[in-house]
């Protein structure tokens, strides 16, 4: 099956600082990508969708210049949490489809981030 | 924007024993996805279903479409411990470029030995 592979698993960072969590497809190209939150016990909460080469189109309450997203190659995107505060601590979970194939989104494992 | 209700929310079973879960929506979905997620992990693609009426089954995992369009059940067959998780559906609808997903609020499986 298709794998998404997500790194770091887990960060720790201070307040202030910026923290960049990388997505990749390992066995197939990914057209789209997409960037959830997830809060304990909740839901997935989308927070944008990337396609290659253009820029990511973000959900309404999403910050686009606090959640920089870059998906500059068809197995790579990259969120960037800029300026980060302890309430932007998280799960942060990628997805990745190959839209030219199949509507199917396949996940990576999720990095937790931490922001002291 | 559109809704998922999943149900039930949680639910304690014996090993062994038959699960089922559904999900109902207010508009019409083209995909229904349903995802497995355990503790600190990413979800896991279980089952797709892409037209309605289509049962489709995995292992001891069967998923439905709903004729309607607007549902989709799950159900595990014989449960066991390493069935413990939180199952999503997700609901996938059409449109130009719209691949976007819907997520409902997960159920909590709890399996005792």
């Known amino acids: 099956g298709a794998v998404v592979s997500q790194h770091p698993s887990r960060v720790i960072c201070k307040s202030g600082t910026s923290v960049k969590i990388e997505c990749r497809s390992l066995d197939f190209q990914a057209t789209t990508m997409f960037w959830y939150r997830q809060f304990p016990k909740k839901s997935l909460m989308l927070m944008a969708t990337?396609?290659?080469?253009?820029?990511?189109?973000?959900e309404q309450g999403v910050e686009k210049d606090k959640f920089l997203i870059n998906h500059a190659s068809l197995t790579l995107s990259t969120l960037t949490v800029t300026s980060a505060h302890p309430e932007d601590s998280s799960f942060y979970i990628c997805s990745a489809s190959d839209s030219a194939i199949t509507y199917e989104q396949y996940f990576g494992p999720g990095t937790r981030l931490t922001v002291t | 924007g559109q809704q998922l209700n999943q149900s039930p929310q949680s639910m304690f079973i014996q090993e062994g024993e038959d699960v089922s879960m559904n999900c109902t929506s207010s508009s019409i979905f083209n995909t229904w996805l349903w995802y497995k997620q355990d503790p600190g992990e990413g979800p896991v693609l279980l089952i797709a279903l892409y037209k309605a009426g289509e049962l489709t089954s995995n292992g001891r995992l069967t998923a439905q479409f709903g004729i309607t369009r607007k549902d989709s059940f799950l159900n595990i067959s014989a449960s066991i411990p390493s069935d413990v998780g939180i199952y999503f559906c997700?609901?996938?609808?059409?449109?130009?470029?719209?691949?976007?997903?819907?997520f409902g609020k997960g159920t909590k499986l709890s399996v005792i030995p």
């Open positions: 997700a609901g996938q609808s059409s449109g130009a470029g719209s691949y976007q997903l819907t």
């Open positions: 990337s396609n290659e080469g253009s820029k990511a189109t973000y």
